[in-house]
């Protein structure tokens, strides 16, 4: 595991407990998403690809041979302690009215997924305000951000200058970037309810 998922990881680890409800917007092929489900009370977790939904369902069905899956809609499934949301996480407060504790973000595209389904500002900027709405004081909300690639450029600078002027009365804001690494490696912001 490179340093930075390190970093993410010991983040979430002393900021989740096995009362916590977390948010998992950016599901993909459910890295997060297992590993919160194995460490909070609920945990939802939305992603835009049938597909990313699909192999993270089939990962817990390989872990969990006796699976009982509810299906709600064609967009919602649930099983043990999780949610999975086929839809974009700009619609999070459509589906979760509860106060969580955590939310992740791992910006970007599928790691060998179709590069041009890349998490995009507009949408991203929704999701952390809608997010922030259900978060509890204390709370965190942990974007990674790729920013390797075009989008992911473009998405790095707008949401830098969003989360700059986020009101200060309301969240404390870090970033944990390694700074002697070439190639643009991911960061992390780190948002914290007041
Ligand atoms: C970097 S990947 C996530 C990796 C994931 N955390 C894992 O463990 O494999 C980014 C994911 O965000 C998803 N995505 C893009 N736009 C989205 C949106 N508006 N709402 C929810 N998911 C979105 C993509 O489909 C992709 O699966």
Not at 8 to 19: A, M, P
Not at 132 to 139: E, N, Q, T
Not at 174 to 179: D, F, G, K, N, R
């Amino acid at each position: 595991m490179n340093f930075i998922l390190k970093q993410v990881y010991k983040i979430l680890d002393s900021s989740i407990n096995s009362n916590s409800i977390a948010i998992d917007a950016t599901c993909g092929n459910g890295n997060d998403t297992i590993y919160l489900s194995e460490k909070v009370k609920k945990v939802f977790a939305f992603d835009i690809q049938k597909n990313a939904i699909e192999t993270t369902l089939d990962r817990f069905k390989v872990k969990y041979s006796d699976l009982k899956i509810e299906t709600k809609s064609d967009k919602e499934s649930s099983f043990l302690n999780v949610t999975l949301i086929n839809d974009g996480h700009e619609n999070i407060l459509n589906y979760i009215t509860e106060t969580v504790d955590f939310v992740i973000f791992n910006l970007g595209y599928l790691p060998n997924g179709d590069k041009k389904i890349s998490t995009k500002f507009e949408t991203t900027e929704k999701a952390i305000e809608s997010s922030f709405k259900l978060l509890k004081s204390g709370g965190k909300i942990i974007i990674v951000v790729y920013w390797g690639h075009e989008d992911g450029q473009i998405e790095s600078r707008y949401l830098k200058n969003y989360l700059e002027s986020f009101p200060m009365n309301s969240a404390d804001i870090m970033i944990h970037s390694l700074i002697n690494k070439p190639n643009n490696p991911p960061y992390i912001y780190e948002i914290v309810k007041r």
